[in-house]
């Protein structure tokens, strides 16, 4: 019950309880030629996240840690073609077409803590992380 009216005979009180949240500008970090990187959430909240791997190569797989508790793998790579995970929704796509038969994850990619602990298999990508921060 959010709304809760108090009476007595010669006052009321009334509480009421709000529940929202503030969502910020898109944020982006990009990174490119490591294996391992932190990211540090701008927000007080944890928030999902876009993630679009772009690999200077053909791969048979690319390995994303730090965003799901198990790691993301991505297989079926192919050189200068992007694959996109929307942790908003849940989807995975390439070229506009569901990339979801080669993409293992058991969670939406999501920014938890307030700095990411990130691991890539390969340095040969760009890997782009977009998200909303959010604050109560």
């Given at each position: 019950?959010?709304?809760?009216?108090?009476?007595?005979?010669?006052?009321?009180?009334?509480?009421?309880?709000?529940?929202?949240?503030?969502?910020?500008?898109?944020?982006?970090?990009q990174f490119?030629?490591?294996?391992?990187?932190?990211?540090?959430?701008?927000?007080?909240?944890?928030?999902?996240?876009?993630?679009?791997?772009?690999?200077?190569?053909?791969?048979?797989?690319?390995?994303i840690?730090?965003?799901?508790?198990?790691?993301?793998?991505?297989?079926?790579?192919?050189?200068?073609?992007?694959?996109?995970?929307?942790?908003?929704?849940?989807?995975?796509?390439?070229?506009?077409?569901?990339?979801?038969?080669?993409?293992?994850?058991?969670?939406?990619?999501?920014?938890?803590?307030?700095?990411?602990?990130?691991?890539?298999?390969?340095?040969?990508?760009?890997?782009?992380?977009?998200?909303?921060?959010?604050?109560?």
């Open positions: 019950n959010i709304a809760q009216v108090q009476r007595s005979k010669t006052r009321q009180k009334l509480t009421l309880e709000f529940r929202g949240y503030l969502r910020g500008e898109m944020q982006r970090q490119q030629g490591v294996t391992e990187a932190q990211l540090k959430r701008v927000g007080a909240r944890p928030t999902p996240v876009i993630l679009t791997i772009s690999p200077e190569v053909d791969m048979d797989s690319f390995t840690g730090g965003l799901t508790e198990d790691p993301i793998v991505i297989s079926n790579l192919s050189a200068a073609v992007s694959v996109t995970i929307d942790g908003r929704d849940g989807t995975a796509w390439e070229r506009g077409v569901s990339k979801g038969a080669d993409v293992d994850l058991w969670e939406p990619p999501a920014l938890r803590d307030s700095v990411a602990a990130l691991k890539f298999s390969r340095g040969d990508a760009l890997v782009t992380v977009d998200y909303w921060p959010v604050w109560l």
